[in-house]
């Protein structure tokens, strides 16, 4: 399998979103130009990797598209829907990891998969990852998301909001790495045959979705980017970061079969912020900022109905 | 099972280690206390951990005893030697990283494990993570050992050096975490029946090597700790140090499954650095301190007979 119709036309459109995005980012923080690596992939494809790091605004900002196909293992076909080993698999993927401890970092990807002859499908997600928490940032966030589910019949805004909530759970910490946003997969999907109806429903949802990134993340880091901080607020969003780092390299399914399949590895841990700390055994103080953030990550909230 | 005699003798001699490990560091560096905490598993048994951070030679050094009991998962006791579910498990651990660019990390760790009636073991190891190489110190460290395993019939050092390459391996770097060290499991077990006479000298060893930690370690430090370096030194220790993260959160057998079977988060990521540096697609300038450090991860180097 090399490039169905529909994936080369979601992989132009990954590929347009990530001018769209960059070019947004790059436009708030002139301040270092986005670097840009195109790869290739040994078993076939590769993708387009664009990095901005140390910036005045954006201190780690990694905007990946990829377009990959060939053969997967035995193993690793045996978990995906669909008949036969061969793939192609598309996306665009985001992390942006502003310096200022007032801004929150953010995540989003939205990805195209084929499997065999009979198996096509969408997935993606944003989620934000505050430091101290503005609630208003986050009702904000999830508001957008809510919008753009509410105009695609194939999307369920509650459903993939769970998802997002389950998704994004670091079991050894018993809390969620943010507070959520949406998730989804499989979508479009429709076993045992696969290409469904809802294939080009999916498309342009996650059109619209991935349109939606900027609208849901810019007001957010615009409002925060220049707030005046502290030496102990940026250090909480240091060692906060920490658990970022931990739930991408352990759990993220991403990050863990990129890492183990040979995929790009310095494209895969770009979502990685660029400075970290651990601390042991670290609590915060009753009724802070710190342990106000704590307290919303270790069940989830519904934002929009607090 | 609770615990066995032999059992019960093994965790006595862990605890001496560690207490006799973390007198060593607090004399040569009295900066900070080591703090200690002492831990029960829900399933059964506990731990002592002994962690400094921030001391003035010592950016962060923990030592670890456990002592655990209690029921394996279906999955995971078919993995291991012996019959049913129940094991006990004791060791001490311990990572160090000191602050000073010029100093190695170091890692080890001694561990003994009965599982149901008719198995048990020994296992352990250490290794060092140099940020600067200094050949002497590679080869002192790796001589201690060779001398350890020289004193016992059940110890084989070709072959643990080799193992400790093998296991501290980043195949997404295609690099060694360090320079290696010795490894070695399932010490004393003969299967079927598990309990062989090789145990007594299992122990005898694992007792010896656990005492050699300091004289291969130590030597190292003094001659470092000291040490001018320049900013570029130290951020290069820093960037290196996220490749410790990565090979600890990604592969590593026993931080990945104490994280995911719920054993005590804060010890078992005790391991991890106090402050670590992504950067996106670093490579070292040619004949550099960098590139030269580079080159020995890539292929494991015969220390001993260079």
């Known amino acids: 399998?090399?490039?169905?119709?529909?994936?080369?036309?979601?992989?132009?459109?990954?590929?347009?979103?990530?001018?769209?995005?960059?070019?947004?980012?790059?436009?708030?923080?002139?301040?270092h130009p986005f670097r840009e690596d195109s790869w290739d992939r040994?078993?076939?494809?590769?993708?387009?990797?664009?990095?901005?790091?140390?910036?005045?605004?954006l201190e780690k900002a990694g905007v990946n598209v990829s377009c990959v196909f060939g053969e997967l293992s035995e193993a690793f076909a045996a978990q995906l829907p669909g008949?036969?080993?061969?793939?192609?698999?598309?996306?665009?993927?985001?992390?942006?990891?502003?310096?200022?401890?007032?801004?929150?970092?953010?995540?989003?990807?939205?990805?195209?998969?084929e499997k065999g002859e009979d198996a096509a499908w969408f997935g993606g997600g944003g989620d934000l990852t505050p430091w101290i928490l503005y609630e208003e940032d986050a009702r904000h966030f999830h508001d957008v998301w809510r919008q753009a589910c509410g105009r695609h019949a194939v999307a369920d805004h509650t459903a993939?909001?769970?998802?997002?909530?389950?998704?994004?759970h670091i079991p050894h910490?018993?809390?969620?790495?943010?507070?959520?946003?949406?998730?989804f997969d499989y979508m479009g999907l429709e076993p045992p045959k696969?290409?469904?109806?809802?294939?080009?429903?999916?498309?342009?949802?996650?059109?619209?979705?991935?349109?939606?990134?900027?609208g849901a993340y810019l007001p957010v880091l615009e409002k925060r980017k220049d707030a005046s901080f502290t030496e102990e607020e940026r250090d909480w969003?240091?060692?906060?970061?920490?658990?970022?780092?931990?739930?991408?390299?352990?759990?993220?399914?991403?990050?863990?079969f990129g890492l183990k399949t040979g995929g790009r590895t310095e494209s895969i841990l770009m979502s990685l912020p660029n400075e970290v700390r651990?601390?042991?055994?670290?609590?915060?103080?009753?009724?802070?900022?710190?342990?106000?953030?704590?307290?919303?990550?270790?069940?989830?909230?519904?934002?929009?109905?607090?």
Not at 83 to 110: C, D, E, I, K, Y
């Open 1 to 31: 399998m090399k490039s169905s119709e529909r994936g080369a036309r979601a992989h132009q459109m990954f590929l347009g979103h990530q001018d769209r995005i960059v070019d947004a980012l790059q436009a708030l923080d002139p301040s």
């Open 42 to 57: 040994e078993g076939g494809g590769g993708g387009r990797s664009r990095v901005l790091e140390g910036g005045d605004i």
């Open 83 to 113: 008949t036969g080993r061969s793939f192609m698999a598309t996306g665009v993927s985001l992390v942006l990891h502003p310096r200022n401890p007032h801004a929150p970092t953010v995540h989003a990807n939205f990805r195209y998969l």
């Open 160 to 168: 993939f909001k769970a998802a997002c909530d389950r998704y994004f």
């Open 173 to 183: 910490r018993g809390e969620a790495r943010g507070i959520g946003g949406i998730f």
């Open 194 to 214: 696969g290409i469904s109806a809802d294939l080009a429903e999916a498309e342009r949802f996650v059109d619209d979705a991935a349109g939606c990134f900027l």
């Open 237 to 256: 969003q240091l060692v906060r970061r920490s658990r970022y780092v931990e739930f991408n390299l352990v759990y993220d399914r991403g990050t863990v």
């Open 278 to 306: 651990w601390r042991y055994d670290m609590s915060p103080r009753p009724d802070s900022y710190q342990s106000r953030l704590v307290e919303v990550l270790r069940e989830p909230v519904d934002w929009l109905d607090r």
